[in-house]
């Protein structure tokens, strides 16, 4: 086979024979199947005149073809673009920031639609990766304005921990593809010999479903999604009894939460991740399963704390935005933004500089008052944020969803009685909204709406 020892990630994945690497709509994929479809598409893009250094989008989820396409982009020293289905308008700008010379579109059946776009003179970035003969990586975040910012990875850089051998789980592909948790999954589970089992749809019924059907003993989420499986109860309507770990991250924890998550599943590791597209996923330790203090770095990375604030240096941070400048210092560390609490070895992320609320010059952190709101009646899901003051500055400002209907005044006069008792003045909600919307999006991830 030609591609053999193009990649030591193919290499590995080759050896695993008929190992089970994917279950997608219900098939099972060997690996050595999946290796087959990489040649595929290896020899394929040669036909197509794509070249190493050449930016490559593919459009879609985690589907069998789609996934040998990345691996064999990864093979053919591509920058791959990894976009979900949804950015819809917005896919030319993502394009054109990216430089892609081509795009796969993969649709409902696996089949991908190819188009090329011509692009104009090449990023400085793009020219360095191209110069070390190495496959790139594009992620798209957003920064505090919503504008889509551009992180350009060296793959190799990125992929290179999962040389370490470690355990194999079978893992259902929560995050979705685009996002630097997805792409970590996704390579942790093929560098280790696991299988990944696709999550069709998200909703707590269905990932349930999938636990149960697929044996899945690892699920990688978001907080807001293992709140929403608390109050839905579908766990106790589906054997989830293989499920050995939970790992969340993407925003802050509330500790209500993750209280009663362990009290739900009992036996179940929960361990919580901590990860920007600019630097990759650390490696984390919880001090125990019900806290949310964690030491974070690892192989590769250094860490310290500035003013409560995390600064990481990385060796698999990313080379640049394509779209922005380095926001790096002189000696190559990353302001995460995340103020954190430390306590010798460990620390406790508290939430983003740019979510906290200043109430006459005293902090307010989101998570903390939503954790205590979540122990309030009837309360199902809630979003914190600051609402401007012209005495205070800001007050606290808080967004309802509800189980059941009932009047706004009912609410509010129990949630003011029930924070007086947990929270000090400043932190108690001073306005509320009651919404009939989710408060999250499609990343099952908190937006919390500031006014």
């Known amino acids: 086979m030609r591609l053999r020892s193009e990649h030591w990630l193919i290499d590995s994945m080759l050896s695993r024979g008929d190992n089970i690497a994917m279950i997608w709509e219900g098939t099972e994929i060997s690996y ?34 789609l996934c040998a396409l990345m691996l064999a982009l990864i093979a053919n020293r591509n920058v791959v673009v990894p976009l979900t289905l949804s950015p819809g308008a917005r896919r030319s700008e993502l394009l054109n920031i990216a430089q892609a010379q081509a795009c796969f579109h993969f649709e409902g059946n696996d089949v991908a639609s190819p188009q090329r776009y011509p692009v104009g003179p090449e990023h400085e970035l793009l020219k360095t990766l191209r110069g070390r003969s190495a496959p790139g990586l594009v992620l798209f975040s957003s920064g505090s304005t919503g504008a889509s910012k551009a992180a350009l990875h060296d793959f190799d850089s990125l992929l290179a921990k999962f040389r370490t051998p470690r355990p194999a789980f079978r893992t259902l592909t929560f995050l979705m593809l685009d996002h630097i948790g997805g792409i970590n999954t996704l390579f942790y589970i093929f560098s280790q010999g696991g299988t990944a089992v696709h999550a069709k749809s998200r909703d707590p019924a269905s990932v349930c479903r999938m636990i149960e059907r697929h044996h899945i003993e690892l699920l990688p989420t978001t907080p807001t999604f293992l709140n929403m499986l608390l109050i839905s109860e579908a766990y106790l309507h589906h054997n989830c009894s293989s499920l050995r770990m939970i790992t969340y991250g993407t925003e802050s ?89 430390v306590d010798g070895e460990w620390m406790r992320i508290l939430g983003r500089k740019s979510e906290i609320i200043n109430v006459g010059g005293e902090k307010v952190y989101p998570a903390e008052v939503e954790s205590v709101l979540r122990e309030v009646d ?30 706004i005044e009912q609410v509010f006069k129990r949630i003011r009685r029930h924070c007086r008792e947990r929270l000090e003045p400043f932190k108690v909600p001073a306005s509320i909204e009651l919404r009939d919307d989710p408060l999250y999006g499609e990343r099952f991830k908190k937006m919390r709406r500031h006014t």
């Open 378 to 407: 009837n309360i199902g899901d809630v979003a914190v944020s600051g609402r401007v003051n012209p005495i205070s500055g800001q007050i606290v400002f808080a967004q309802i969803v509800l189980h059941d209907p009932e009047p």
């Open 253 to 341: 924890m509330p500790s209500s939460t993750l209280r009663h998550l362990g009290n739900a599943l009992t036996g179940v590791e929960l361990k919580q991740t901590y990860g920007l597209s600019e630097l990759g996923i650390l490696r984390s330790k919880s001090r125990a399963s019900d806290s949310l203090w964690l030491k974070v770095g690892g192989a590769g990375y250094e860490t310290k704390v500035v003013d409560n604030i995390l600064w990481v240096r990385s060796e698999s941070s990313m080379l640049g935005y394509l779209n922005r400048p380095s926001p790096f210092d002189g000696e190559g560390w990353f302001c995460t933004g995340d103020l954190v609490e």
């Open 32 to 65: 050595a199947d999946l290796i087959a479809d990489v040649s595929r598409w290896y020899d394929e893009l040669a036909g197509l005149r794509i070249i190493p250094g050449d930016s490559v989008a593919i459009c879609g989820d985690y589907s069998p073809n």
